[in-house]
């Protein structure tokens, strides 16, 4: 039984490593965007990865007028980028796992941290309520 446990989040979730990062939806703006504070994640070797999540989060802000990416694209064009891609976590692993964080009543940050720690990936965040809760090995600081 135990066995079948071990394969099952096998399955769900990839080892650790150090060059897989998820960019949260600040980080993913910066990287589209050139901005300095994105300049840590273009390190050679460094696998990126964004969220669904985040896509939903830029096409909200986008729609309310809070935001407007570089050169007019769209999120499409955004999930499209080659320096990243586009991870499709298993929704009710990470929902379940998104219960569990208490401490942030932000949808949006909930679904971010869920996804990185569900994949065991690092979260690429310069936000400070993130930076606070999170433990040195879950993210990247910008």
């Known amino acids: 039984m135990d066995l079948e446990l071990v394969v099952q989040r096998t399955d769900l ?71 990243w891609l586009q991870d499709d976590p298993p929704a009710a692993a990470w929902f379940a796992e998104a219960l569990g964080i208490g401490w942030t009543h932000d949808p949006f940050d909930r679904l971010l941290v869920a996804h990185a720690r569900l994949r065991r990936w690092r979260l690429a965040t310069g936000d400070s309520p993130l930076l606070e809760h999170l433990e040195p090995d879950e993210y990247v600081e910008l």
Not at 14 to 36: C, E, F, G, K
């Open 13 to 83: 979730q990839r080892p650790v490593t150090s060059t897989v990062i998820l960019l949260d939806t600040n980080a993913l703006i910066w990287m589209q965007h050139n901005h300095a504070r994105a300049a840590p994640l273009a390190r050679p070797g460094a696998r990126l990865y964004v969220s669904p999540a985040s896509l939903l989060e830029i096409q909200f802000l986008i729609e309310s007028g809070r935001l407007r990416l570089k050169r007019n694209a769209s999120v499409s064009d955004l999930a499209a980028d080659g320096r």
